[in-house]
């Protein structure tokens, strides 16, 4: 005949097997909640950070309609130059550089445009982004422009106009507006230029 357990062996016999499956189990909790934490956090990381980036992304786009961003640069002769002291011209704004091979072409084709369009109060504003201030003048002397070449030695103004290409056109009206935006070979379309500039000019 079996001898009864006693109370305190049968309180031990419950309580060890119980420990010993915490013991064995605390690992494995402790690895769910913290997996859970860090996904909680990727989850919430991609929903705070991913819309700011997507309105980001979204606001810096320069669209057609758009205010063009107002800047002042020194000039090739050492005058201070302010885009938005000349509203009510109707601006053509050219981001050019010594490395763009077309750059040039795109500049002498503003040149031979611009007494064509000079009664419509039109004004060129070639931007230079050479390093070197004294590479912006040496082009101009080289050119002979009728028109200021200003230095972006910084690139400060280049960032403003999110310019990724070279030569880049944009087409500024009396109100400050983006009218149209060119870049690469399309910046030398003067027929293109000259159409829209008309057309501007004449509202």
Not at 148 to 166: C, F, H, N, T
Request: glycine share 6%.
């Amino acid at each position: 005949m079996k001898k009864p357990i006693s109370a305190s062996l049968l309180h031990t016999a419950v309580k060890v097997p119980a420990v010993a499956t915490f013991r064995a189990t605390a690992p494995l909790l402790s690895s769910i909640l913290l997996s859970s934490i860090l996904l909680s956090s990727i989850v919430l990381s991609s929903i705070v950070f991913g819309g700011f980036s997507a309105s980001t992304a979204q606001a810096s786009q320069l669209d057609i309609g758009s205010m063009a961003p107002n800047f002042t640069l020194k000039s090739d002769t050492g005058e201070n130059l302010r885009l938005g002291e000349f509203a009510g011209n109707v601006r053509v704004v050219v981001f050019t550089a010594s490395w763009c091979g077309t750059c040039n072409d795109a500049l002498r084709s503003l040149q031979t445009l611009a007494p064509q369009m000079q009664h419509y109060g039109f004004q060129v504003w070639a931007v230079n982004l050479d390093k070197d201030p004294e590479q912006t003048r040496s082009i101009a002397r080289q050119l002979q422009l009728g028109y200021p070449m200003l230095s972006d030695d910084e690139g400060r103004v280049a960032k403003q106009y999110w310019i990724d290409d070279l030569p880049a056109v944009f087409l500024v009206d009396r109100d400050g507006r983006i009218r149209d935006e060119l870049e690469g070979d399309a910046a030398k379309n003067t027929a293109r230029i000259a159409e829209t500039l008309k057309r501007i000019a004449e509202e």
